[in-house]
């Protein structure tokens, strides 16, 4: 399975624009990028996705490099709800792999009042 | 609507003894998988299921974990002889299960399991 390299953690401030980065260099061409987010004594919850244009939906939008090879999710207007810890995950279309998902680390995400 | 549930929330056992854990997916999704998160970690894929059949139980980590989806709507996960090794937050998570890689999947609150 093709890996994805998330920084350890990163810090925003309030109503501040956050943007989350991934590396994917060994993405395949049927990878789709997911981000999932986990909050704090929760399970993960669907953040977005996408394969090669950019997204948006209404918690985000996600900019996918050209080489596909690095994606960010941005938070326009961080919250302190958006405290939590955030997984970039590659999930390949067809094969054994099917719908599995397959968390790294993650970034975790403090946002500061 | 309701979301996946999944019981009970907490569940303490000794070692050698065994446990079932419980998931509700929601109504209408023929998909579901469980996974396992140890602290500090991210969840680990253990099995998914499409309707009653395991399609793909390549995480399971020994023969003592079993899953079972009898109607194709809750899930029952089954460790026998548990370890203290087995101690982790087991998540459930449910998907339409329509278009496999680009379907999202909801998350149950998962079960906290703790091995003595």
């Known amino acids: 399975d093709a890996k994805t390299t998330q920084p350890n953690s990163m810090e925003s401030n309030e109503e501040e624009p956050v943007h989350l980065p991934c590396n994917h260099s060994?993405?395949?061409?049927?990878?789709?990028i997911h981000w999932y987010r986990q909050l704090p004594s929760q399970g993960p919850e669907y953040v977005i996705h996408?394969?090669?244009s950019n997204v948006n939906n209404r918690m985000a939008s996600l900019a996918i490099a050209e080489d596909r090879k690095s994606s960010t999710l941005i938070l326009h207007r961080a919250t302190l709800r958006d405290a939590a810890v955030y997984y970039c995950?590659?999930?390949?279309?067809?094969?054994?792999?099917?719908?599995?998902?397959?968390f790294g680390q993650g970034t975790i995400l403090t946002v500061h009042p | 609507g309701a979301g996946v549930s999944q019981t009970p929330s907490n569940k303490v056992t000794e070692k050698g003894k065994y446990v079932e854990l419980r998931c509700d997916p929601i109504?209408?999704?023929?998909?579901l998988y469980w996974y396992r998160q140890s602290l500090g970690q991210g969840p680990e894929f253990l099995i998914y299921?499409?309707?009653?059949?395991?399609?793909?139980d390549s995480g399971l980590p020994n023969d003592r974990f079993f899953a079972v989806r009898p109607e194709g709507s809750v899930s029952t996960l089954k460790i026998q002889r548990t370890e203290r090794g087995d101690s982790a937050v087991y998540l459930c998570?449910?998907?339409?299960?329509?278009?496999?890689?680009?379907?999202?999947?909801?998350f149950g609150p998962g079960t906290r399991l703790t091995v003595l």
């Open positions: 996408g394969l090669t």
């Open positions: 109504s209408g999704h023929t998909a």
């Open positions: 998570a449910s998907s339409f299960g329509g278009s496999g890689v680009t379907d999202t999947q909801y």
């Open positions: 299921f499409q309707g009653t059949g395991a399609a793909d």
């Open positions: 995950i590659l999930n390949a279309a067809g094969g054994t792999s099917y719908g599995k998902l397959t």
């Open positions: 060994t993405i395949s061409g049927t990878d789709y």
